[in-house]
């Protein structure tokens, strides 16, 4: 039936034309589930004058139109002891509510602000005719920001009172503990939210300095996916957008170098009844690095050979995960386990990372994993979030474009994740959480191992001559 169909539009060269004509402008239409292992189109490129970079992607008949802003420093930023201070910033640029009740009733859209240790995300979606009423209030937040005395106190506190009455499970308690254990006063080691102390010393003056340095046209990337013409896009933004000032120095992130961490497992005393919760973690890579296609990879091998020591594992959440940042992160082994567990997954993820370091990795290992990661990257990029999102990324951790990342995913070999577990894992103990009932805990710890107890003073060294460390600091891939 589709061929004799086919058949007769070819008969005719004005239908067959128009026929050829929507093939061609098929990927400037919409956005389509891609097929694994294929990347969207790419988009269209502007930059204003004053260095702000903009994505767009006409959607012609599409009645909404998606903005998406990346400021590309985040949370990394915050001043020593005010973790939550870029989050704040963040909440600031938009402190009446009123603005996002107006995008959920009137637009039918939304308008959020998300913050992570890499950069501030400002998601605007609503209606294509009203294009140049959601680019004015987005100007209004950049340009005009209300850092007064009295938003900056009223969002911290409503801030700090959010994060004290929300119960905070012991899964991401255990997150926060290794990510504290293995980078300790290094920007990663903190929540990017802060916490109820570091948010009580952040104040006017340090959202005000944060804005002057990181605010900025030429720290930041637009993106424009919905159904406006690219001509009307541009001017909008040239009109509204182009009096937003430009930075003459971008701040690059640098940071002194966490110390080693402390190969014994800290033991943190929860009332867990008879679960624990498990991490174990070293050093991660950037996202820019060339082998972090190939860390991806090796979490899902890494995970299967740990669920094979532990079958018990499946029963409740597991995973291993490698949290890329603009500067290296870390390559997380966790479970929530029986107590009576806790011990023997602990040895069992170490045994699984030597194992990556020691042992070849087979070919049906390699092919599986590739599958799963693949999936999972070509699902994201599925609906214009998503690649508004993955196109962000490009910018803010310097990467290659998507078609590129999917073929370098596409193109790692056994020997490739082998040579990444030596540098993942080789020289560089890991280090290890268990949250739970210390009565139950600690003594099967330390039939096996030396721990430590959160709370509790170490043991006295022996003493030894040691030079200061040497200060040194990581630039921006």
Sequence with gaps: MFAK?????????????????????????????????????????????????????????DQNVLLKLR????????????????ALLGDVL??????????????????????NHDSITITMYGRAAALEQIVEILRTALVTTQITRENVAKLRDGRIKV???????????????????LFGDFPYGHPYGGSPESLGRVDWADLMLARDRFL??????????GGVEQARTIRALRQLLGGWRKSERLVPATFRQPEPPDP????????????????LATRGLSRADSDNAAANILTVVAKKRWERLVPELTKGPVFVRHQANVLPGMFVFGASVNNSLAVRSIEAARNVVQSLVDNPISVTELDEAK????AQKTKKLGDSDGIA?????????????????????????????????????????????????????????????????????????????????????????
């Design 5 to 61: 169909r086919l058949n007769c539009l070819l008969k005719n060269r004005f239908a067959a034309s128009l026929v050829f004509l929507s093939i061609g402008l098929a990927p400037l239409i919409g956005f389509a589930p891609q097929a694994n292992g294929q990347a969207p189109p790419e988009p269209r490129r502007q930059q204003l004058l004053n260095g702000l970079r903009v994505l767009i992607w006409p959607k012609p008949g």
């Design 216 to 225: 900025n046209a030429n720290n930041a990337t637009l993106v424009v996916i």
């Design 71 to 86: 400021i590309h420093s985040g949370a990394a930023f915050d001043l020593a002891g005010k973790a939550g201070g870029m």
């Design 389 to 477: 999102e993955g196109w962000l990324d490009v910018d803010t951790y310097r990467l290659a474009p998507l078609a590129e990342q999917l073929r370098v995913l596409q193109a790692v070999t056994a020997s490739d994740l082998q040579r990444t577990a030596g540098r993942l894992f080789r020289g560089n103990p890991p280090a290890a959480v268990v949250m739970g009932n210390s009565e139950t805990l600690q003594p099967e710890l330390e039939r096996t191992m030396k721990i430590e107890i959160l709370g509790e003073m170490p043991e006295p060294a022996s003493p030894e001559i040691r030079s200061p460390p040497t200060p040194g600091a990581t630039a921006r891939p």
């Design 163 to 181: 994060i004290r009455d929300t119960s905070i499970s012991s899964t991401v308690l255990a997150d926060r503990a290794i990510a504290s254990r």
């Design 94 to 115: 938009f402190p009446d509510p009123a603005t996002r009740e107006y995008f959920t009733e009137e637009m039918e859209g939304r308008l959020d602000v998300s913050t």
């Design 371 to 374: 599958r799963e990661v693949l």
């Design 264 to 279: 014994r497992p800290l033991l943190v005393n929860v009332p867990a009844g008879e679960s624990a919760e498990i991490r």
